[in-house]
T-cell receptor, first 115, second 111 residues
Framework: SAVISQKPSRDICQRGTSLTIQCQVD?????MFWYRQQPGQSLTLIAT?????????ESGFVIDKFPISRPNLTFSTLTVSNMSPEDSSIYLC????????????FGPGTRLTVL | GENVEQHPSTLSVQEGDSAVIKCTYS??????FPWYKQELGKRPQLIID?????GEKKDQRIAVTLNKTAKHFSLHITETQPEDSAVYFC??????????FGKGTHLIIQP
């Protein structure tokens, strides 16, 4: 499977600021996704990062709050904007690979704490 | 949209015994059902998956069964070992869609 890295691995931010998380893959992949995992909870899909076009957001997530870029087939960013303590979570990117292009592998995650 | 229910939320078994975790899904269009294991502080790791054209799949001590008619699928771990202790998530999806996850099962292996 692809090697996936995320930066930063963790950060502590002040309320009202923004943080951009990077996801880098060592090979070209068609599908990239962003998920959120709140403390002690399951994973929730934020959006599909589409290469060359706007991301596709799930219900409850909007572009103004979580802008996403996907400039090429190996890289994507997620920005968490105007942060509040409720945004404290682990943010994970995933890539889909395999014969059916639906097998998802996760990056190591970015642990975000908002004060 | 898809909704995935997972039970139980916590499962404690004696080392060497079997563990079974069950999930149901709502969207009949879902055709891909992976299981992930997540250890504390680590990323979810894919341990096994099954597609809707198959009823059962096995990989050493781990097996997954799928009943498309009833929209449920299960994870079976036999001969459990201490290193099996973790949180297990089922998920449903398919194609170019992202995954919808169950709430997770905390599996505890008692020595």
């Amino acid at each position: 499977s692809a090697v996936i890295s995320q930066k930063p691995s963790r950060d502590i931010c002040q309320r009202g600021t923004s943080l951009t998380i990077q996801c880098q893959v060592d090979s070209q992949v068609t599908m990239m996704f962003w998920y959120r995992q709140q403390p002690g909870q399951s994973l929730t899909l934020i959006a599909t990062a589409n290469q060359g076009s706007e991301a596709t957001y799930e219900s409850g997530f909007v572009i103004d709050k979580f802008p996403i870029s996907r400039p090429n087939l190996t890289f994507s960013t997620l920005t968490v904007s105007n942060m509040s303590p409720e945004d404290s979570s682990i943010y994970l990117c995933s890539v889909a690979q395999g014969a059916h292009s639906d097998t998802q592998y996760f990056g190591p995650g970015t642990r975000l704490t908002v004060l | 949209g898809e909704n995935v229910e997972q039970h139980p939320s916590t499962l404690s078994v004696q080392e060497g015994d079997s563990a079974v975790i069950k999930c149901t899904y709502s969207d009949s269009a879902s055709n891909y059902f992976p299981w992930y294991k997540q250890e504390l502080g680590k990323r979810p790791q894919l341990i096994i998956d099954i597609r809707s054209n198959v009823g059962e799949k096995k990989d050493q001590r781990i097996a997954v069964t799928l009943n498309k008619t009833a929209k449920h699928f299960s994870l079976h771990i036999t001969e459990t070992q201490p290193e099996d202790s973790a949180v297990y998530f089922c998920a449903a999806g398919g194609g170019a869609d992202g995954l919808t996850f169950g709430k997770g099962t905390h599996l505890i292996i008692q020595p």
